[in-house]
């Protein structure tokens, strides 16, 4: 009689015992630390051998409570990067690290000597000497830095200008993919340990879409220009056993600049471009939003706070996207797109807002 009394006791203890580690494991699958969710964008850390991104501005971004930081690697006005210049890089990297900040490290035209013109020339193939250049440049950073830094954005803004008009970081889809492919294979090539794990992450991007002039630009035309380069899919399928040679897209947008933000508009852009995506099977490939803001050049700090709340929330709902980085910590001269002006003692309505975010619980995604 005891034992028979006693089953039914152990079954129930059982199946909670089962329910709640399901339910354990499902929430810490899916949740999100709104530290590491809600990024700021620091600018280049060095520039004109000075360090920008100084112990003060460090301890200033730390105390929002944010931990996610996107900075470039600059090469500041050299042809190679140098021992000193890599010292002097760590010396900042070692800082944020000891802050517990996620830096998403941004390889794109500042970090090799060039212009335009020579990323953009295909007169002796697509793998030009512009190309060339970067990828080794590429290879000699991330194996510097590999083990403090694990996620890698390559290129900014491939899509900036039209291609009738070739200038800023414009750079044709064809040469673009196979710019993408032999920076992979040179990390890896440098670094085995990395062929077949997810340890280290490419971010391919981030694409920049726009209202500029009216046009509505969503970067989904350049992305499936992008995935048409088939020839260099194929061969990133033979030299690394994978689809592309990326693991996450970046996408920037700058939309309604100098009005109320369009929660339609914004769900409308992401949403054709994640049309693509998925027309492409790239649906693993997740969405990181690693520039976006709106500026307060005659504008309110006000409207650029409650866009910014809105904007916030939207992408905080959206199941493919992991990540934001706000462009930027403070005022540039121009695009006065900070949180700051020039100093968190000196802060704007933003801040606030930013702060909060950090702290704030985000709801699990699906």
Known sequence: MKLRSVYPSLLTLLICTLLVTSSAFAQNKNSIDPAKFHGINAGAPIWDGEIELTPRKIRQIAATGTRAIRFNFRHDGVKKWTPELLDRYEEVIDLLLEYDFEILGLLCNDCTHGWFHQWNDTSEGLYNQYTQDFVHNAQVIVSRFHTKIKTWEIWNEPDAINPQNKGGTYIPPAVFAR?????????????????????????????????????????????????????????????????????????????????????????FFIDDFVAVRDEYDDENSKLLITEFGWHTVNKTQELQRDNAALCYDILAAREEVIGTYWYQWVDEIVEKRGMVFDDARNPKELLKEFRKRCQQTIKNKK
């Not at 209202?211 to 899919?233: N, P």
């Not at 693991?247 to 009005?259: A, P, R, S, V, W």
Request: net charge negative; glycine share 6%.
């Open 179 to 267: 710019m993408l492919l032999e920076t992979r294979i040179a990390i890896v090539e440098a670094l085995p340990q990395y062929m077949d794990s997810d340890e280290l992450k490419i971010v391919v991007g981030g694409f920049f879409a726009h209202d500029i002039d009216g046009r509505t630009h969503t970067s989904a035309g350049y992305l499936r220009e992008l995935y048409e380069q088939k020839d260099v899919w194929e061969m990133c399928l033979n030299e690394l056993g994978r689809q592309y040679p990326w693991d996450i897209l970046g996408y920037h947008f700058y939309i309604d600049q100098y009005t109320n933000l369009n929660a339609k508009k914004l769900n």
